[in-house]
């Protein structure tokens, strides 16, 4: 079967399910839901998917708002991954409704190529993306162990091909002072405010000596009661990333030494814990990623050349590229000059530029999927792959 027909063929059942698909995607924008709460989203993806012939299992690996969508048997298996989560207060600024309908998209126009080819797409839905991680979860409940390739597709302001994505991890702290009347009897309270306070200053100054390619950034979640009171307990958020798990671990004992001195110098007692989901970096596989590239460049967008440093982020793909072979391009639907996860990409992703997103991303996954499909690919794949 000549692949290029094939391509043409899955290119044009996209094209086909148009409107179907920026309804849909629309739909999610407008009824954003928060991770591990997108009930409707979930609800949506997987009835267009059985009804457009895949057999759907819903609630995997534990979680309610997951789901598996499959056509085909056997190997190659290749998964393109489903995002629907959306952020507190600015709803979809980070697009998620394109990610999530792109890959159902993708899954659906990749059938024509299964039923010549072989092997078997999988649509997954992978809930809870934002700082949830839920692909940890499902790599730990072992969603992946039969998958053989996955790919994803963010939207942004650039075309890439392939993007770095830091290691990370949550940190929770919490300084417990001593209440006082902060004008009758201030000498009498231990100030768990300052204590943050002070913690935060610390950090401030360790971003002088971290590596360019290192973050570390947070917000207090409680700072007292009262203007008029001590406070005695405070509260934050940190989130500290590294282009490597070993610089992670580095850094992560620096930060706590900042919280710790803290503590030692206003005398509120300090907790921490570090949550479970850690996020690991990106391993992005040259291969798929040049055959991706080739068919985004064939609809006619200017691909840019990958630019380590360039857009650093986290993702729980990262956590699925240390155990399969992945992808995690981007497409462009607004100009440079919109940031992500604000108001203005929100919009953009209920643009025209967030539907021709959309459509080129679904595209050129399922013109990747008939690449992989062709004789020796799948080798070529998992000969570069290095499990994490």
């Not at 290029?4 to 009824?31: G, M, T, W, Y």
């Not at 300052?194 to 917000?219: C, E, K, P, V, Y």
Request: aromatic share 6%.
């Amino acid at each position: 079967m000549d692949i290029e027909k094939l391509k043409l063929k899955a290119k044009d059942s996209v094209q086909s399910q148009r409107q179907q698909l920026i309804q849909l995607s629309l739909n999610i924008h407008d009824n954003p839901e928060l991770g591990f709460k997108e009930e409707k989203a979930s609800a949506w993806l997987t009835k267009y998917l059985e009804d457009n012939g895949l057999h759907v299992e819903r609630g995997i690996a534990g979680l309610a708002t997951a789901f598996r969508a499959t056509y085909g048997q056997g190997s190659p298996r290749i998964a393109l991954l489903a995002e629907y989560d959306a952020l507190p207060k600015i709803g979809h600024g980070c697009g998620h409704n394109i990610i999530g309908v792109s890959a159902v998209g993708a899954a659906v126009a990749s059938k024509s190529v299964i039923d010549q080819l072989g092997g078997s797409i999988v649509a997954m839905g992978t809930p809870g993306e934002e700082g949830l991680g839920g692909k940890i979860d499902m790599v730990r409940a072992g969603a992946f162990k039969e998958i053989d390739v996955a790919m994803i597709v963010h939207p942004d302001t650039r075309n890439m091909p392939t993007q770095e994505a830091l290691a990370a991890s949550t940190l929770e702290v919490e300084f417990f002072g001593r209440p006082a009347h902060a004008a009758a009897q201030p000498h009498k309270g231990i100030n768990a405010l300052d204590a943050m306070i002070l913690a935060f200053t610390s950090i401030n100054s360790l971003r002088q000596h971290i590596r360019g390619d290192a973050r570390i950034h947070g917000i207090i979640t409680d700072g007292g009661e009262a203007p008029n009171i001590v406070p005695a307990h405070s509260a934050a958020v940190f989130l500290v990333r590294a282009l490597d798990d070993d610089y992670l671990a580095e850094l992560k004992k620096k930060v706590l030494n900042c919280f710790a001195g803290a503590s030692v110098a206003s005398g509120a007692r300090l907790e921490y814990r570090w949550r479970d989901r850690a996020y690991a970096p990106m391993k992005n596989n040259t291969i798929l990623t040049r055959l991706f590239k080739q068919n985004l460049e064939s609809l006619g967008r200017q691909v840019e050349h990958f630019d380590p440093g360039v857009g650093l982020g986290s993702t729980d793909m990262g956590n699925v590229s240390q155990v399969v072979p992945s992808i995690h391009p981007t497409v462009a639907i607004a100009p440079r000059e919109v940031l992500i996860h604000t108001p203005e990409f929100a919009a953009a992703a209920a643009s025209d530029g967030g539907h021709n997103g959309l459509l080129d991303a679904a595209k050129a996954m399922a013109m990747t999927v008939a690449d992989i499909l062709q004789s020796g690919m799948l080798d070529k794949i998992k000969q570069e792959f290095r499990p994490g």
